[in-house]
């Protein structure tokens, strides 16, 4: 009994770490073939790694916001859990539609994102609603300004 014992954990340790290795293996190809690393920084010119975001990402290059602000000062919440949290639920999300084929195009927001996003614009622009008879804040920014940004 001892002896088989010893035979199953010496066929099965092996073909365990082997298998490991090659999930590793794959999953690390498919970030640096995606540019994952890229995700994790604050340059505008990653979001554009995916060729549904190049018109987006052409159009805030000329836009004002690019010398104010980049993708994730309106695209992530303020704080470096949120923000990543945010970061890591949108690139799971984005490889899997990518991956998969099943995306709008020309991309659309999600209900999440678009609160992220309409909070970002008081970050900086929350005087505008100062002063405002009846108004203390606006109450859906993205419904007159939905191209602002880019």
Do not use: W
Not at 2 to 13: A, D, G
Not at 24 to 42: E, N, P, Q, V, W
Not at 55 to 79: F, I, M, R
Not at 140 to 147: A, E, I
């Amino acid at each position: 009994m001892l002896i088989h014992q010893r035979i199953k954990v010496k066929f099965f340790l092996p073909t365990a770490v082997l298998m490991l290795g090659f999930a590793i293996g794959i999953g690390m190809f498919g970030i640096y073939s995606a540019k994952g690393h890229s995700y994790l920084m604050d340059e505008p010119a990653s979001c554009a790694n995916c060729h549904v975001m190049q018109e987006q990402y052409n159009s805030y290059l000329k836009s004002s916001h690019s010398k104010a602000a980049v993708c994730n000062d309106c695209h992530t919440p303020l704080g470096f859990v949120p923000k990543y949290f945010t970061k890591a639920v949108n690139g799971y999300n984005h490889s899997v539609a990518f991956t998969s084929g099943n995306f709008d195009d020309p991309i659309q927001i999600t209900k999440r994102n678009k609160q992220i996003a309409e909070a970002s614009c008081l970050k900086c622009h929350s005087s505008l609603f100062i002063n405002q008879p009846g108004k203390s804040e606006p109450s859906n920014c993205l419904s007159c300004h939905q191209n602002i940004g880019h």
